[in-house]
């Protein structure tokens, strides 16, 4: 019927006249995909040597689906894979692709400390002194892997839990790779349950397939420099929240070695009455001679002279698996007893069966978004004081006693009444009031930000339901301006200290003298709020910020957290004539009015659009280099005071010498 319309709507079109025909033109195409029956158990997959049978060798769980009236067997569980092969061919059949995927080897700027791409990162470089036989050959494609769990039906009461595969080609340049339309869909895991532990069991077909392209290479033609030539691939690290970060990685993410980075050396405190560890002592991150370090009155009561943990590479990592049992994937069976010698790992991670594995210097990666949304939820649940989220409570008051440190907010006993005192870092009804209704008003640009006033109770004095790109703008834009005012000093500059870390480290563009100094930043910002807040909101999460600088060196922030913009439908880029700046998503409102800026406005409002046009960036940085020589203690001041002037006669001299290098656009702006 479909097709039937298509041909009447566009009668000279060439349409498929059936159902059957669409399909065979389709498989042409290479869409098509494998499907791989699963133990509904999550023990094996049914394929290989287990393509046969009828049920599982583990757990005896039938592969179909019992009592069916059906002439054909239904299987229990499917596992879609699509292969990695056709996915990765498609790139080489556009030249235009085919040449952006060239880009990190031919084109990408060189010789400055700055990350731009993940092959800019220690752990790029790394690789290719390892292996370079790889890094030769322009064509070999990087990939990073994320996976995460969603329900896809909209009734959220129905528990399921999906999981779908995803690989990225770091190939293309940043304004290209991390674009929906270069994310390929390798596996779809099932539900209803998370595969949790026994993800290892679906990931072996996305593995061999990385083994072969990494041993034996895939003959591909390039359609921009119209070569055959053997197409290599490896699997640069995985991408997750914390919680597929320890499905995959193997290492548990709870009790007292939550840590990953710090791995046997975490330090963890187990909470009496909070039932649960805190992770605290980030003073052993600081200087050997900082007189925080002996400063114990501000603290847990006791000098800390420990240096830092030492962070592994993957010789160590194996070391510390050879300690550990064998391990049966599956959910039928009683848990495994573990011994100390195994830590917190839990089993061998399927991914150290690619050769490269353990030369990588990052294998998997934290999700900088999950970080900032539950350091977020944990500073607004304590600022506004929600009951049952909050982290002063009776429970952290009692374990402050416990500790014999912060008197000021152990409990007071009157007679049979307890009472809590107020904490300095929590906010009187009325200020939570002022703050709700603040945040109610706030406005932003379109497609910016969510509207934060259905996450705002006026009337209840309560901030709930923020989702993670909603806590990643309040923790960098909103936190300082809403706690002004309202909270003692060294608390307040303390919070805006790690608004600011986080707002610098996902820049688009990241100094590595930078990054080493917002190492040392995010130390002091730690031992800070030690020094204000109860140990009950020393998380596991707040203290992982303490390892985002390094991962930063070490692999790529940006292309780490980019989410797609709203109002995106998924499709090719559009075709923007002019300068991007001036084709934002806006809405207008109101009817239209003619307004005099003041000349001071009218500046700012100049420098603002020529200091965010992208298209005119080196102008910027050829004046901002004249500027470092002839005013050297100013700047910046003097870049943001003459550039207008000076960008104007330059655009006017080079089209005087040659009027071709000079766009329209470019004319009208000077």
Known sequence: MLLSLLRSAFPNAELPHSYEELRSLERGLGFNYHKNHACPNDCILFWKENANLDECPKCKASRWVPNTHKAHHIPQKVLRH??????????FVSAKIAENMRWHKEQRPTGEAILRHPIDSESWKRFDEEHSWFAQDA????????????????????????????????????????KDQFFMTSLIIPGPRSPGNDIDVYLQPLVDELLEFWEHGVPMHDAYTKETFMLHASLMWTINDFLAYGNLSGWSIKRKLACPSCNVGTDSIWLKYGRKYCYMGHRRFLPPDHMWRMRKHLFNGREDQRMPPRMLDGADVLAQLQMHGDVQFGKSGRKRKRTAEELNWTKYSIFFKLPYWVTLRIRHNLDVM??????????????????????????????????????ELHLKVQGERVTMPHALYTLHGDERNKLCEWLADVKFLDGFASNILHCVSVRDCKISGLKSHDCHVFLQRLLPIAIAGYLRTDIALALAELSTFFKELCARTLDVNRLSQLQIDIVTILCKLEMISPPSFFDVMVHLAVHLPREAILGDIETKFTRMDRNIDGGEAENID??????????????????????????????YVLNNCAEIGHYLEEHYEKCKVHSPNCVNRTHQTEFPTWFKERVQDQCIANPLTVTADLYVLA
């Open 578 to 607: 002019g300068f991007k700046i001036f084709n934002q998503k806006l809405r207008t409102m109101g009817v239209a009015s003619n307004l005099q800026l003041p000349d001071k406005l009218l500046k700012e409002a100049i420098w």
């Open 370 to 407: 999950y970080i900032e949304k539950n350091i977020c939820d944990n500073i607004i649940c304590t600022l506004m004081n929600i009951p049952g989220k909050t982290k002063d409570n009776i429970n952290s008051q009692r374990d402050l006693e416990v500790f014999r440190f912060r008197i």
């Open 82 to 91: 699509f292969p990695l092969k056709p996915r990765l061919q498609r790139l």
């Open 139 to 178: 064509h070999n494609v990087r990939l990073g892997m994320s996976s995460d769990g969603f329900n896809p039906f909209n009734n959220m009461a129905k528990p399921y839990s999906i999981w779908p595969v995803i690989l990225v080609p770091y190939n293309l340049p940043p304004w290209l790779c991390m």
